[in-house]
């Protein structure tokens, strides 16, 4: 860390999520956005002018050699995340990378080992897991609030253009449903449940093999989750936590909940918990808590967590044939 008081970032990739991640790291006092870097220089260029950042790069790989970076955040299609978290970690960096963390559970290992290889802190950027209401609803299911949790029901669904194109339908970016969205549904019932004892997946995809929907029935000891994940139809996006003693439920969209409700006893209970801008804000700042504290991973989405949700991801890419 060059500044005692600030978080170095550098960004890779400036598409959709880029943006969305830099304006709010506007928000953070505490985060420096001191360097970005595309394939298009002129792209970045004006990004950089765009979110104060002094620096803007032609390469991801002149990005990893800056000496004033502390932290890249890779918002990149999914197939390139393992190789540019790697030399990014090998040049030196701490690494928050997008999210699904690789196509392969063997990537996301090679992944993790390189974070402990090279002794820097490395994320999957699942913001969910910060969101201030997330993170009190699993607090309090830990605590036994409503009870032992028997039923997860949670979906992610929007609808896309397939001839308006993009990394979402192409099968060599790593598109579909599945990697794209399917990742946080499961991300919930792995939370709240752990590792499934049976999972059953169905999809229906394009010509190309790129699932278009994607359900998921996970089976435990006692317990189920039904998920789903669409890019061809709309849906409410709640998620419903079931419990003996009461159910909670997340408000849409749930991955991103400004809040949440919990009914017990026929009596509902209201809580509102907005996140600090878009949300992303909420996971910068644990990468800036972890990479003070000298952590490599952080407690609440740990390497093995990730490698967890990753294997589950990949069962169901097995039984659905996905062509990646
Ligand atoms: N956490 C969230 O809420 C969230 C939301 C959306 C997406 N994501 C994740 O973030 C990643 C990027 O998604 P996005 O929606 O931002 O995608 P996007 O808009 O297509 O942007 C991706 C960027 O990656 C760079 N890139 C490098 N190689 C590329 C290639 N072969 N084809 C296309 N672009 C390439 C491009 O930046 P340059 O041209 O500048 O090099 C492009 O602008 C995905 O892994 C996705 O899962 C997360």
Redesign the pocket.
Known sequence: MKNKDRINWGI??????????ASDLLLIEEANLVAV????FV??ND?AKQYNCQKAYDS?EALFVDDQVDIVYI???????AELSIKALESGKHVLC???LSLSYKDAVRMTEASKKYNRFFME???TRFMPSVKEVLEKVNHGIIGEVNYVKADFAFYADEASG??LF?K???GGAL??IGVYPLFLSYILLGIPKEIIAKSVCNENGIDLQTSMILNYENAQAILNASIVSESDMKAVIGGTQGHIQLNAPW??ADGYSIVKDNQEKIVCLPNLGKG?THEAIECHDCIRNNQMESQFWSHQNSLELSKIVEEIKLQIKLPF
């Open positions: 890779i990739g400036l598409g959709n999520i880029a943006n969305q991640f870097a595309s394939r298009n792209k970045a990004f991801y918002a990149t299609p999914h197939d390139s995340h997008e999210k699904p950027a699942f913001w993009g990394r192409d060599n970016l790593g990697y794209d991955f991103m992303y």
